[in-house]
């Protein structure tokens, strides 16, 4: 990888890469860790499944509510990572975390399985729950209450982290690994450069 050979829009080369992962990586080529920090600089991390990115960031669904979900409300900068480990690739994003718009959870929402929409009812996610019982009858409850259609729980949806930094990680012999860093200026182009393995 060199900077003669990468894309001049990160996105263009995260979309190289991704559907080269998507090829090669199993299981679970979209999952990457996605990092939260309190204001007080308390990091937390967890993993996340990427469900779609394009030129205004990286989209991925949760409970507004959990932990990340109130970490993120009150400090929206975050950091996504991923690990293709057979293609000794790794790229990080560090930038500002949005809400998608509603409309955008409720049609994601919908093509989500029957199951995992109740579940999305039934679990508080990140709170102490009193045992699996619990979590199984709120499920159940929610499955009679919605025999239909279920609808998106308000506290559901999605996020979009727009990068402000995207790196991208070759291994190569010797540790002399490539980095490619982009970061956006002031202008809002894509200014890429070279860092220290
Ligand atoms: C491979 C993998 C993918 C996951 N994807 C998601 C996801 O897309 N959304 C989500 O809310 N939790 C996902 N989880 C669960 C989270 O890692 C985490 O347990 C949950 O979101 C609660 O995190 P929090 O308490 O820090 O908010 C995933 C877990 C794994 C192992």
Not at 89 to 110: L, M, N, T
Not at 125 to 137: G, I, N
Request: aromatic share 12%; net charge positive.
């Amino acid at each position: 990888m060199s900077e003669a050979s990468v894309a001049r829009d990160p996105i263009a080369q995260f979309a190289d890469w991704y559907e080269h992962a998507c090829a090669a990586v199993k299981p679970f080529p979209h999952a990457a860790a996605f990092a939260t920090a309190t204001t007080g600089g308390r990091p937390s991390l967890r993993m996340v499944l990427l469900k779609g990115f394009d030129a205004r960031g990286f989209v991925f669904y949760t409970n507004y509510r959990s932990r990340k979900g109130r970490e993120v409300a009150k400090n929206a900068r975050a950091s996504l990572l991923f690990y293709w480990g057979s293609l000794g690739h790794q790229v990080r994003i560090d930038g500002r975390i949005v809400k998608v718009p509603p409309r955008e959870s409720d049609e994601y929402f919908a093509t989500r399985p029957r199951g995992s929409q109740l579940s999305a009812w039934a679990s508080p996610q990140s709170e102490v729950t009193a045992d699996r019982a619990a979590l199984e009858q709120r499920f159940t409850a929610a499955a009679a209450k919605y025999a239909g259609r279920v609808p998106r729980p308000p506290y559901w949806g999605g996020y979009r982290l727009i990068p402000e930094a995207i790196e991208f990680w070759q291994g190569r012999e010797d540790r002399l690994h490539d980095r490619l860093r982009y970061r956006r200026t002031r202008n809002g182009r894509w200014l890429i450069e070279r860092l220290a393995p």
